[in-house]
């Protein structure tokens, strides 16, 4: 197996690679969620505790109208609209429904997917241990925009510890039969009282309803994004499995990764870059463990290595202002140590990559610079 694949150009493979992985992560659609509530319901534990970006933290967003500000992070595609609290005056929540219409109206007309807002977040703190009257009005008046209607609405019991408690205002909700898609009861985090541990629950419902709200050119993104549901990635990257599977079917071959078969090497880039998007593999630190046995590797960034050598070279009176690179020759990146994934790598495959790392320091191999 291996005595085949060293014909091929090790160089060519990483780059061919690589760039399917960033076409298809750069191809995912923008998901834009709407989130209503009133202040100190708990829209940023949940935002944070969905998603695998730390969206929600304190003073990033930019306004996007006076009651609306924009949430979102370079390269990660979804984009929070999060609404002041609405527990304001009525003048000022009349402003905010006005607003949040010409949001959905603006969206909907530029007929790019990219900017439409495609689901609401309606979130009532569980702990009020009842729903009010004008959040019932609030959600029944976002049905009377013919625009808002075209948008599922989801209503979220954030803080639910106790299961009792949301049970009862969710029946309140579904009896006043509003135009909602579900309502969710979720406890973000665990949560502590008297010593007594409540466990984090309902996020993977979310995501559950989430999928089957959105059209299906926003699943992938969905599952790119999201952190709460280990079981929805896997299902969408068993789907990218079975494709593959189909492919080497059709071609007469088993898709078993770095086969001997040249065959194969297009389809299991797909399938690779399929399931890297799926899982939303990052960079730059160890990510093994939020989905052990499942993320085969991280890309590591030796951050502390090139600090080390700056220093040291100040100290040896050696260094020089200019542009130095730190690859895998100068112990600048790397990969993890395989924590989880060694029985599925197996040993053959992890000493062919040590080997192939120490070719490149050897200068056997040569990696071009992409600066």
């Not at 780059?15 to 923008?30: D, E, G, P, V």
């Not at 979220?156 to 579904?174: Q, Y």
């Not at 880039?269 to 463990?289: K, L, P």
Request: charged content about 25%; hydrophobic content about 40%.
């Amino acid at each position: 197996m291996l005595n085949e694949l060293s014909s091929i150009s090790i160089e060519e493979l990483a780059n061919t690679c690589i760039n399917t992985i960033k076409s298809n992560i750069i191809s995912l659609r923008k998901l834009n969620i709407l989130i209503l509530g009133k202040s100190g319901v708990g829209k940023s534990t949940l935002i944070n505790s969905v998603f695998r970006e730390e969206l929600a933290d304190t003073g990033i967003g930019r306004p996007v109208t006076p009651k609306i500000r924009e949430i979102k992070k370079e390269g990660f595609p979804l984009t929070i609209y999060d609404t002041k609290g609405l527990e304001l005056g009525k003048e000022a929540q009349d402003e905010v429904k006005e607003e949040v219409a010409e949001l959905i109206k603006k969206g909907l007309y530029s007929a790019d997917v990219n900017k439409c807002i495609h689901c609401i977040w309606y979130c009532i703190n569980t702990m009020s241990n009842r729903v009010e009257p004008e959040e019932i009005e609030w959600i029944k008046s976002l049905s009377n925009s013919s625009d808002i209607n075209k948008v599922p609405i989801i209503v979220i019991l954030t803080n639910s510890v106790l299961k009792s408690t949301a049970e009862e205002m969710k029946k309140v909700i579904v009896e006043e039969n509003l135009p909602i898609k579900s309502v969710v009861s979720v406890l973000a985090q665990d949560y502590i009282e008297d010593e007594k541990v409540f466990k984090s629950n309902g996020l993977d419902t979310l995501i559950n309803v989430m999928a089957q709200v959105l059209p299906d050119e926003l699943q992938n993104t969905l599952q790119n994004v999201q952190k709460a549901s280990l079981k929805h990635k896997r299902k969408l990257a068993d789907k990218a499995v079975r494709a593959a599977a189909a492919s080497a079917v059709a071609a007469g071959v088993t898709p078993i990764p770095f086969a001997d078969s040249m065959v194969l090497i297009p389809i299991q880039i797909t399938m690779m870059a399929s399931i890297t998007a799926v899982y939303g593999i990052g960079v730059d630190s160890n990510q093994d463990n939020l989905y052990p046995g499942i993320i085969l590797t991280s890309m590591m960034k030796y951050v502390d290595n090139a600090v080390f050598d700056v220093v040291k070279s100040t100290i040896d009176g050696k260094f020089e202002a200019k542009l130095q690179v730190f690859g895998i020759k100068e112990n600048g990146v790397g990969t993890t140590n395989f924590e989880f994934t060694k029985d599925k790598i197996g040993e053959e495959n992890i000493k062919r990559l040590e080997q192939i790392k120490q070719d490149i320091k050897d200068g056997k191999i040569q990696v071009k610079s992409t600066l």
